[in-house]
């Protein structure tokens, strides 16, 4: 078990959708396409893959039958991929992403990862990045939490609630201490130092009333972590988190919620 659940992985897909960027979604797809004509059969390797996300957003824009691998530590998330997308020209790779040296990468043209960077460690991110550059492997990461959040009705709180959940965002979540909203500068950076042409797009979740399942669930999920950190009194998160699901569903309800997307390709 992984600790992300089936359920808030398909909650959250459609607005993943929505943000990706299109130029780096295209970018990527057309890097991907150039080395497969180029050098005949490559794969792309989805990374933390949960049920498929990356591959129903990026296959449908690479040539017809590209191969995939999808890799997460999860065994019931892989499992729930398979059902959702089926098997062919996929294989699925249940690994613990910690041992960058057992990565499935061979014939790998094209790494891939969604929602998964913010999770990793400065000292994981340089390992991974050491082992793309080794073998010229493109990284295209959307969507990693870049901290900011904001309300269209603001509440007092609302930032001190936010600077715990972003400084919980900090502790390791299995690959050491995690990098949360620092992982994409500190990505963009390791992927310079190895003469990666980088380009990062701002990639928000809008949520609206339409989308006020998610900004209910979302709301719920930063309860916990702000009680761990520890610097606001339950009480006083309670009343926060009551003021906010007071209005999800009414006028100026929503809120956008800041990521990033990346797309990294190799010198040459
Ligand atoms: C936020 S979820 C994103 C899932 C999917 N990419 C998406 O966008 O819906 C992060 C994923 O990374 C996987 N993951 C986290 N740490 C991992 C590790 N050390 N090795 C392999 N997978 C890992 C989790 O199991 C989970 O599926």
Redesign the pocket.
């Known amino acids: 078990m992984?600790?992300?659940d089936a359920k808030?992985?398909t909650l959250?897909?459609p607005a993943?959708q929505a943000a990706r960027s299109p130029v780096l979604l295209d970018k990527a797809a057309a890097f991907f396409a150039a080395r497969a004509a180029a050098e005949g059969p490559v794969a792309v390797l989805?990374?933390?893959?949960?049920?498929?996300?990356?591959y129903r957003a990026l296959n449908p824009h690479l040539p017809a039958r590209s191969l995939w691998r999808l890799?997460?530590?999860?065994p019931a998330?892989l499992e729930e991929a398979a059902r959702q997308i089926g098997t062919e020209n996929i294989d699925f790779f249940t690994?613990?992403?910690?041992i960058v040296e057992a990565l499935p990468d061979d014939g790998v043209s094209l790494v891939t990862?969604?929602?998964?960077f913010d999770?990793?460690s400065a000292d994981?991110i340089d390992r991974f990045v050491a082992r793309l550059a080794e073998r010229r492997i493109a990284l295209y990461a959307?969507?990693n939490y870049d901290g900011k959040v904001t309300w269209a009705r603001p509440h007092p709180l609302d930032q001190r609630v936010l600077a715990d959940f972003n400084r919980h965002q900090l502790t390791d979540?299995?690959?050491g201490p995690a990098l949360g909203p620092e992982a994409v500068p500190h990505l963009s950076a390791a992927l310079l130092a190895h003469g990666y042409r980088v380009e990062t797009a701002e990639t928000p979740w809008r949520i609206g009333t339409a989308e006020a399942d998610l900004h209910i669930a979302f709301l719920r999920g930063m309860v916990d972590p702000v009680l761990e950190v520890g610097t606001l009194p339950a009480e006083v998160i309670g009343e926060w988190l009551a003021f906010r699901l007071a209005y999800v569903r009414g006028e100026r309800g929503g809120c956008a919620v800041g990521h990033l997307d990346l797309l990294a390709l190799p010198p040459g």
């Open positions: 992984s600790g992300f808030w992985l959250r897909e993943d989805d990374v933390g893959c949960g049920t498929g996300s990356t890799l997460d530590h999860d998330l690994r613990d992403l910690g990862a969604s929602a998964f999770l990793a994981f959307a969507l979540k299995g690959l």
